[in-house]
T-cell receptor, first 110, second 113 residues
Framework: RKEVEQDPGPFNVPEGATVAFNCTYSNSASQSFFWYRQDCRKEPKLLMSVYSSGNEDGRFTAQLNRASQYISLLIRDSKLSDSATYLCVVNGAGGFKTIFGAGTRLFVKA | GAGVSQTPSNKVTEKGKYVELRCDPISGHTALYWYRQSLGQGPEFLIYFQGTGAADDSGLPNDRFFAVRPEGSVSTLKIQRTERGDSAVYLC???????????FGSGTRLTVV
């Protein structure tokens, strides 16, 4: 089993739609969680941290479920510019390395 | 500088050659990471520096790979006897502290022919 697993997609949604991604992680000792966004042939960029209580940043909402060992990202009112790969990131499981998922591809169409 | 700077942006080398990839992190960021990313995959952890020391090098695939950060700022990833399987984008990232979100450089695309 991979340490961090994501549905690769692609998710094809119309503008204005709400879309959600889940990510599961295998190590219950993991401490920090993030979502990154990566555009084609570009470096990953931090989208948001994920806190135990859940957190929101504009149209984006992230949630953590420690009991089930998954994190989620919800995007409301999708824009064309949201088209990208979304990477789930887990840190702190008994070491310093941060594990990235393989990413979920999102295409938002007009 | 304003961001993480990586040089060169592209490197083509012949199989068996030695290469050095450079990373200049954001000023004041003590944590520095090297990752590599192959097409369709997420970044794969290689090594983490806290200051000058390698706090975790468990991701280095074999002893052909080595990284240094002698003054706690710029880091160099060194690959000896390159193989075609080493071809990937090598990403460097820095952060204020371990466990915080990173800022990535734009990467070095290494192609071994």
């Amino acid at each position: 089993r991979k340490e961090v697993e994501q549905d690769p997609g692609p998710f094809n949604v119309p503008e204005g739609a709400t879309v959600a991604f889940n990510c599961t992680y295998s190590n219950s000792a993991s401490q920090s969680f993030f979502w990154y966004r990566q555009d084609c042939r570009k470096e990953p960029k931090l989208l948001m941290s994920v806190y135990s209580s859940g957190n929101e940043d504009g149209r984006f909402t992230a949630q953590l479920n420690r009991a089930s060992q998954y994190i989620s990202l919800l995007i409301r009112d999708s824009k064309l510019s949201d088209s990208a790969t979304y990477l789930c990131v887990v840190n702190g499981a008994g070491g310093f390395k941060t594990i990235f998922g393989a990413g979920t591809r999102l295409f938002v169409k007009a | 500088g304003a961001g993480v700077s990586q040089t060169p942006s592209n490197k083509v080398t012949e199989k068996g050659k030695y290469v050095e990839l450079r990373c200049d992190p954001i000023s004041g960021h003590t944590a520095l990471y090297w990752y590599r990313q192959s097409l369709g995959q997420g970044p794969e952890f290689l090594i983490y520096f806290q200051g000058t020391g390698a706090a975790d090098d468990s991701g280095l695939p074999n002893d052909r790979f080595f990284a240094v950060r002698p003054e706690g700022s710029v880091s160099t990833l060194k690959i000896q006897r390159t193989e075609r399987g080493d071809s990937a984008v090598y990403l460097c990232a820095s952060s204020l502290a371990q466990g915080r979100g990173y800022t990535f450089g734009s990467g070095t695309r290494l192609t071994v022919v």
